[in-house]
């Protein structure tokens, strides 16, 4: 049997991504049950197999959500999908009872960036002030008695 060619391999590869199930996009079900629990009523339960139904259908959702996205941005000349193509993307659905929840998600996604941003800036400018206070000499004794060593080394070598 000859070898097979990269080619070939190839295109076994495109085949087998193209063959994607949607068994193959599981969510995490404590996310799925975290997420249902926080909507359901107190008290009430649901089985297995409603966990799982929840869990393909997020991942249908997000699939026809992220391809509506993708268009968006494509007709933007972007690769990247951002937050208003995903907006768009949910008043192309006709989904706009999430919109306002989405809008107060991206905003508060925002704020938390901005707030890392500006605590890193703060470490890194606080930790650069501490190098330059350790590359300076606290007087100008210090200075003196390295002039004074300096001068006995040389003193000694002579």
Same mark, same amino acid.
């Given at each position: 049997? %000859? %070898?097979?060619? &990269?080619?070939?391999?190839?295109? #076994?590869?495109?085949? &087998?991504? =193209?063959?994607?199930?949607?068994? =193959?996009?599981?969510? %995490?079900?404590?996310? @799925?049950?975290?997420?249902?629990?926080?909507?359901?009523?107190?008290g009430? #339960?649901?089985?297995?197999?409603?966990?799982?139904?929840?869990?393909?259908? #997020?991942?249908?959702? @997000?699939?026809?959500?992220? /391809?509506?996205? /993708?268009?968006? #941005?494509?007709?933007?000349?972007?690769? +990247?999908? /951002?937050?208003? =193509?995903?907006?768009? +993307?949910?008043?192309?659905?006709?989904?706009?009872?999430?919109?306002?929840?989405?809008?107060?998600?991206?905003?508060?996604?925002?704020e938390?960036?901005? &707030?890392?941003?500006?605590? &890193?800036?703060?470490?890194?400018?606080?930790?650069?002030? *501490?190098? =330059?206070e350790?590359?300076? %000499? +606290?007087?100008?004794?210090?200075?003196?008695?390295?002039?004074?060593?300096?001068?006995?080394?040389? *003193?000694?070598?002579?």
């Amino acid at each position: 049997m %000859p %070898p097979k060619s &990269a080619a070939s391999g190839d295109k #076994a590869k495109s085949k &087998a991504k =193209d063959k994607h199930t949607i068994e =193959d996009l599981r969510l %995490p079900m404590t996310a @799925i049950t975290r997420i249902a629990k926080d909507v359901l009523p107190e008290g009430t #339960a649901f089985g297995k197999d409603a966990k799982v139904a929840l869990a393909k259908s #997020a991942a249908v959702f @997000i699939l026809h959500l992220t /391809n509506f996205s /993708n268009e968006f #941005a494509t007709k933007g000349k972007r690769k +990247a999908i /951002n937050g208003a =193509d995903v907006l768009a +993307a949910v008043k192309a659905m006709e989904m706009t009872e999430f919109e306002d929840e989405l809008k107060k998600g991206q905003a508060k996604f925002q704020e938390r960036k901005q &707030a890392k941003a500006e605590a &890193a800036k703060k470490r890194k400018s606080a930790k650069d002030l *501490n190098t =330059d206070e350790e590359e300076r %000499p +606290a007087s100008g004794a210090d200075v003196e008695d390295d002039v004074m060593v300096e001068d006995e080394e040389t *003193n000694e070598e002579k």
